[in-house]
């Protein structure tokens, strides 16, 4: 069988090494303790959970839903507004089956064979998924540690800048686990304007932000609804990744391409999905600023513990995530996730996982409780893999 070329662009081996190194910590008898992927452990609030089994013992809510409920589309914009201040209007919505289905869409929607697609390196691997997908031609502008992990617009060559069709940006952003500064989405959207460019913003983890951050939104900022979109995910602040409900809200007409296309790949989301969404997005926030402060706990346990022992790692400013430097002793991320994986058991995310600029990092989820974290470091400790 020949299968189409396409496939080709995706790399499916970067985890085959580390997942044999797995199989045979579990072979000789050992615990392996996976920190590397982002799926939270909290569990939804318990009016959302109602919502969704109330409408499922509803046996008319199991066809096809076709399109948003009125009453979603109008949760969505109350909660722009008493969470951002931003006034949109029902024609600026569509629910989408989760970020990561509707990032992997919308080149189809933005974009020609050959058109050019700025996206950051590094960057969460969907951004590059889904612009290849649309056949697109990628300029990688990186985000460097001494930049604090921003994007400087300047260093985008004109040539390059005038014939992009969009940029993707996302703070706080998974990996690098830092927010943006308000100045930051002005000269976004200055960029955008001067060279005709549509932006897509992935606002995941406005809602698991520290130290006093305001997380915010895209749409905020004069004239971004003028020149893009941004993907606000329900995944995260509420622990629904399952669900796969998220929305792409700002530009209308982006929103209305994109649900023309859109029509021709999907029955729309599960109602009961969308009632709990409903629930959601108009019941209290009250339970999701505690659940920020457990994931700055988290976070406080695992950066200070690390630090104590003598990896040298930074606090990370937002999302569920820590980005942290590889001990010096070695040479590659790849070579410190294998003997971290032989010698402790503990699996987490090489930097090269999110791109070339990722070499030389490595990703921690913040998915276990601070007790855990603590055997954890201890556990690093004792391995003596950073001595």
């Known amino acids: 069988m020949k299968f189409a070329d396409r496939l080709e662009l995706f790399e ?50 199991f066809g096809y839903s076709l399109r948003d409920l009125p009453e979603l589309t109008e949760a969505v914009v109350s909660y722009y507004k008493r969470r951002f201040n931003v006034d949109i209007t029902p024609d600026m919505v569509t629910s989408v089956n989760g970020s990561q289905e509707g990032i992997g869409h919308i080149g189809m929607t933005l974009c020609n064979p050959g058109d ?60 690098v686990c830092v927010t943006a500064p308000p100045k930051v989405y002005d000269e976004l959207i200055a960029f955008a304007k001067k060279y005709d460019i549509m932006v897509i913003h992935d606002n995941a983890y406005s809602d698991i ?15 971004a609804a003028e020149v893009g979109v941004e993907f606000f995910s329900l995944s995260k602040t509420f622990n629904l990744t399952g669900a796969r ?3 792409c809200v700002g530009n209308k007409e982006i929103v209305e391409a994109f649900k023309m296309l859109r029509s021709q790949i999907d029955f729309g989301i599960f109602i009961p999905t969308q009632m709990a969404g409903i629930a959601a997005l108009t019941g209290p926030l009250e339970p999701v600023k505690e659940q920020c402060m457990k994931y700055q706990e988290r976070r406080d346990t ?75 470091i201890k556990i690093i400790d004792d391995s003596g893999i950073l001595k």
């Open 209 to 223: 932000i520290y130290d006093g951050r305001y997380g915010g939104s895209f749409l905020e900022h004069e004239g």
């Open 116 to 175: 050019v697609v700025l996206c950051p390196n590094p960057g969460y691997p969907i951004f590059e998924a889904g612009s290849l997908l649309a056949g697109a031609d990628i300029y990688y502008y990186p985000l460097l540690e001494e930049n604090g992990f921003l994007p400087d617009f300047e260093t985008i060559p004109e040539e390059v800048a005038k014939k992009a069709k969009y940029i993707i940006m996302s703070y706080p952003m998974n990996p």
């Open 302 to 376: 695992l950066c200070q513990g690390l630090r104590d022992i003598g990896w040298d790692v930074p606090d990370c400013q937002g999302t569920m995530f820590m980005w942290a430097p590889i001990p010096p002793k070695f040479k590659t991320c790849m070579e410190f996730c294998s003997e971290l994986i032989e010698k402790t058991g503990i699996f987490v995310t090489p930097g090269t996982a999110f791109g070339t600029l990722g070499e030389g990092y490595v990703r921690f989820a913040l998915t276990k409780t601070c007790d855990e974290f603590r055997e954890i």
């Open 12 to 61: 499916t081996g970067i985890f085959a090494d580390l997942k044999d190194k797995q199989n045979e910590v579990i072979k000789r008898g050992g615990r392996v303790i996976n920190v590397s992927v982002g799926t939270p452990d909290f569990e939804p609030f318990p009016h959302i959970k109602k919502a969704f089994l109330d409408a499922a013992e509803k046996p008319g809510n």
């Open 245 to 247: 409900i998220s929305f």
